[in-house]
């Protein structure tokens, strides 16, 4: 079982819907988690920190479940340029090493 | 310019060449990495250096070998290339005192065929 899952999708949305991705990981030991936008065949870009709060920055909000061990992403009035693969990243305390998941798919359309 | 460089961007080779893929960073980061990319299985970690003279196999390190040459280069090596190592290949560097801790940087990726 990989430590980090998540949905490959596609999900396929039209402009403006709200969609949210989850994404379980199994090392209870993570403190940090991350996620990261990848553009087709481009390199992933770090998009949010995702904190034990909760944080939002514009559109995009994060959640952090430790109990339950998921991290979500929420994205709000998706754009065309949404479109993207977002990676799921975590780190575990004491680990300079992320482990990255396979990715979740999201395409918008018109 | 890039902060993150990685040369050649695209490459053919052949089954049982040796190739070098090159990365070189401008970010004054120590740590750097090397990933590959596979459809469906994501980015895995191949090596990873935290200093000139620091140099550690990350999970998939077999038929690969690295060279830290200064704290800007970090080179991935295949001493005889096989078709299974053909995937998209990232070179990453990172600041654990970063604004976002250990954030990762990317380079723009190697596309590497083995044919």
């Known amino acids: 079982r990989k430590e980090v899952e998540q949905d490959p999708g596609p999900f396929n949305v039209p402009e403006g819907a709200t969609v949210a991705f989850n994404c379980t990981y199994s090392?209870?030991?993570?403190?940090?988690f991350f996620w990261y936008r990848q553009d087709c065949r481009k390199e992933p870009k770090l998009l949010m920190s995702v904190y034990s709060s909760g944080n939002e920055d514009g559109r995009f909000t994060a959640q952090l479940n430790r109990a339950s061990q998921y991290i979500s992403l929420l994205i709000r009035d998706s754009k065309l340029s949404d479109s993207a693969t977002y990676l799921c990243v975590t780190r575990s305390g004491g680990s300079y090493i992320p482990t990255f998941g396979r990715g979740t798919s999201l395409i918008v359309h018109p | 310019d890039a902060d993150v460089t990685q040369t050649p961007r695209n490459r053919i080779t052949k089954t049982g060449k040796r190739i070098m893929l090159e990365c070189s960073q401008t970010?004054?980061?120590?740590?750097m990495y090397w990933y590959r990319q596979d459809p469906g299985l994501g980015l895995r970690l191949i090596y990873y250096s935290f200093d000139v003279k620091d140099i550690n196999k990350g999970e998939i390190s077999d038929g690969y070998s690295v060279s830290r040459q200064a704290q800007a280069k970090f080179s991935l090596s295949l001493e005889s290339a096989i078709p299974n190592q053909t995937a998209l290949y990232f070179c990453?560097?990172?600041?654990?005192?970063?604004?976002?801790?250990?954030?990762?940087?990317f380079g723009p990726g190697t596309r590497l065929t083995v044919t």
């Open positions: 970010k004054g980061h120590d740590r």
């Open positions: 990453a560097t990172s600041d654990p005192l970063g604004g976002v801790a250990n954030e990762q940087y």
């Open positions: 090392n209870s030991a993570s403190q940090s």
